[in-house]
């Protein structure tokens, strides 16, 4: 069963940067397509982009452009980043990664917050 812990969230004004990073550990993490999701408040949770195991991204539309999805699978804890620029207020929310497979198929994580202030 894979694991899954978020981390990188915080506060940053409008045009900012983050980067969050899931650490995936247990099972053969390296082989599935990992997604990144969000969940605003009062919203239902969202996809946002998905990394394959051999590095093929795609992303909602609004975010193209302003976020990238990379991971390193050289160790048995497999990394997954979520590299967030031009932030806008619209992008605040609780951050997840999980499988890209039917919205997700391990055991959530905690989640990381990330909130953009005006």
């Known amino acids: 069963q894979v694991q899954l812990v978020e981390s990188g969230g915080g506060l940053v004004q409008t045009g900012g940067s983050l980067r969050l990073s899931c650490a995936a550990s247990?099972?053969?993490?390296?082989?599935?397509?990992m997604a990144w999701y969000r969940q605003a408040p009062g919203k239902q949770r969202e996809w946002v982009g998905r990394?394959?195991?051999?590095?093929?991204?795609?992303?909602m539309d609004s975010v193209k452009g302003r976020f990238t999805i990379s991971r390193d699978n050289s160790k048995a804890t497999v990394m997954v980043y979520l590299q967030m620029n031009s932030l806008k207020a619209e992008d605040t929310g609780v951050y997840y990664c999980n499988s890209d497979l039917r919205g997700g198929t391990f055991p959530w994580g905690q989640g990381t917050q990330v909130i953009v202030s005006s």
């Open positions: 990394i394959t195991n051999v590095g093929r991204t795609d992303y």
């Open positions: 247990g099972a053969p993490a390296s082989i599935y397509t």
